[in-house]
């Protein structure tokens, strides 16, 4: 059972990068995935979550309305689409599954997950 995410790397503010999380040994869509992120120095926040059962969506305040997350159960992975990126952006960003439905006062939580995959460095820089 492994999880890895994919797809980061150097790219101009008011660019655009997808992040891949892909599975396997298991199924992605059973699960709840979730997509954090940590900075140099900072804790790990949770960047956004999708349901496995009703496709419900949550997001950071600081990333709504540019980035979406997304999922293609024939490809086994979940996305992350972010665009009109900033330099406060600058993270390393992991995907994580739970086993359960999240909701609003848990899917930004670390200790919420069972799992993690390693994480994808994105710089945000001119």
């Known amino acids: 059972v492994q999880l890895q995410a994919s797809g980061g790397g150097l790219v101009q503010p008011g660019g655009s990068l997808r992040l891949s999380c892909a599975a396997s040994g298991f199924t992605l869509d059973d699960y709840a995935i979730g997509w954090f992120r940590q900075a140099p120095g900072k804790e790990r926040e949770g960047v956004s979550c999708?349901?496995?059962?009703?496709?419900?969506?949550y997001y950071a305040d600081s990333v709504k309305g540019r980035f979406a997350i997304s999922r293609d159960n024939a490809k086994n992975a979940v996305y992350l689409q972010m665009d009109s990126l900033k330099p406060e952006d600058t993270a390393v960003y992991y995907c994580?599954?739970?086993?359960?439905?999240?909701?609003?006062?848990?899917?930004?939580?670390?200790?919420?997950?069972?799992?993690w995959g390693q994480g994808t460095q994105v710089t945000v820089s001119s």
């Open positions: 999708l349901s496995s059962s009703d496709g419900s969506t």
């Open positions: 994580a599954y739970h086993f359960g439905e999240p909701s609003s006062n848990s899917w930004y939580r670390v200790a919420w997950y069972d799992d």
